[in-house]
DNA sequence: AAATTATTCTGTAATTTATACGCAATGAAG
DNA sequence: CTTCATTGCGTATAAATTACAGAATAATTT
């Protein structure tokens, strides 16, 4: 575990640890109750909302890099990662003075025009759904608030972080047509309410529960057990679990859903 | 136009004019009598073949390199671009002793371990698709030939240009489904059998002429016209055009297709 | 001028898939 | 033992997809 002044260094000495003009920024969705919510931080004296983002060290792969970025503000180890798209606007990463007076601050060292993170950035942008439940979130050293936000009521984000969280949302919904979801997203047994919600939450919208199970179940990617949950004052549903070598055959093939 | 001493050039003064860290990497895929080529280059002295790419000026966006790249080996302007992957394997971009001298040879400059050409590069993919005739391949500074290589055929690439092109392959077939695709590829008018092989190479396999003339109809975004064109000693086939109005519409809000 | 050949155009029947929805079964609470 | 909210099962209908047959057409050959 990195102690805070590690990570303020960074920003001091960053110029050989990391890439020069390359970030990564992470659209984590998180699930709960038929809410999609999207972690965001405030950063410190600005007060403005951006995404867990960060930098990509000499010797790790982009994908290594996000998981790194996400599990310092989630705990979380092992999320499913998508890179979804660059974003590369010349003029994206500009920052205010007084956003560079901050980074001064935090950082305690001198930040002139020409230090490197000062620099045109392209940012590759990645994305993971999680159960919200299970993510303790951690503002980073440049933030005061590492916090869950509906995804229809997001405040205004710096840079062009609103545009990447559309098109992380848009990336999403069209995996869902051709990719199973729900592995790592709902506990090893489950019920098909469950699943349910999961899927409508994602779409945003309303699915027929009858139609919806009958096509999962046709798929095979996920099968009934004879177990049961309760679930209090009603009547008790069937747990199921997926079909690990089905879904994973769909991961990599693709299926075609149609909701 | 650029001189070939430009481009030279380039290599030896490129760390002031050039994202350090970043590349273009292009997969041009042409369509030509029922078969998909892709356009590649070979190195000078190596004889490796490689994709055609750059490198990305400071103030131009990804797109605009990446079109400009496209450009230079083929003259064409105005060709649909996609962004569909980023590559950053920390060792993806290694180059051999010979490659290294060969570039040194070329650029007439001193290639040491710290040239900015050699440092770790994520490499942004494009992919495009052209019709095959309109093109005039041209080779770059770096390179002897420029040509079309079939599909299936391709030789061992640099890099992970293989990974790439596959990549580039899928991702293409993927939205051929969710948007139309033919704009620019084909000419203003043009006949249902010419649309349907256009469809049928992209996806590599057989798709029923008259349910798919019958499903492009229906969504409108073709149209018949009065005329029709003399193929030779065969029935004289309707033309068609696009409805520009729902050909964008459809590439804005997405369509379903299914084959 | 009639037959031939290769191709395009139109239509329809059969099948599969998707959608809509009614109702019985269940577990706990009153 | 009735009520309530919820789950599970099944079926009728609508829509979309698939498969395929046969007529029409423009040259070319006989």
Redesign the pocket.
Not at 231 to 237: D, E, F, K, T
């Given at each position: 575990m990195k102690t805070e002044k590690d990570k303020v260094d960074a920003i001091k000495n960053g110029e050989k640890h990391f890439l020069h003009h390359l970030s990564i920024d992470c659209v984590l969705f998180g699930y709960h109750e038929h809410q999609l919510k999207v972690l965001l931080l405030q950063w410190k004296h600005s007060g403005k909302w951006s995404l867990p983002g960060g930098f990509i060290k000499l010797d790790e792969t982009l994908e290594e890099s996000a998981k790194r970025i996400l599990k310092e503000r989630t705990g979380l180890d092992d999320i499913f990662l998508q890179q979804f798209q660059s974003f590369g606007d010349p003029k994206r990463s500009h920052r205010s003075k007084q956003d560079i007076e901050t980074l001064a601050i935090v950082s305690g060292s001198l930040i002139d025009e020409t230090h490197w993170i000062l620099k045109r950035t392209v940012s590759i942008g990645y994305y993971a759904v999680t159960e919200y439940s299970k993510v303790t979130p951690r503002p980073d050293p440049l933030s005061e608030i590492c916090e869950w936000w509906d995804i229809d009521e997001l405040p205004q984000l710096v840079f062009d972080h609103n545009i990447i969280v559309t098109e992380a949302l848009k990336a999403l919904r069209l995996q869902i047509y051709h990719q199973p979801i729900g592995y790592n997203l709902l506990p090893e047994k489950f019920?098909?309410?469950e699943i349910h919600a999961l899927y409508e939450t994602i779409l945003g919208k309303e699915l027929?529960?009858?139609?919806f199970?009958?096509?999962l179940i046709?798929l095979g990617i996920i099968k009934?057990l004879d177990e049961?949950r309760?679930?209090?004052?009603?009547?008790?549903?069937?747990l199921y679990k997926f079909d690990k070598r089905k879904y994973d055959k769909a991961l990599k093939e693709g299926i075609?859903?149609?909701?």
């Open positions: 019920t098909l309410p027929d529960r009858r139609n199970a009958k096509k046709s009934k049961m309760s679930i209090g004052a009603h009547r008790s549903p069937f075609a859903l149609a909701f």
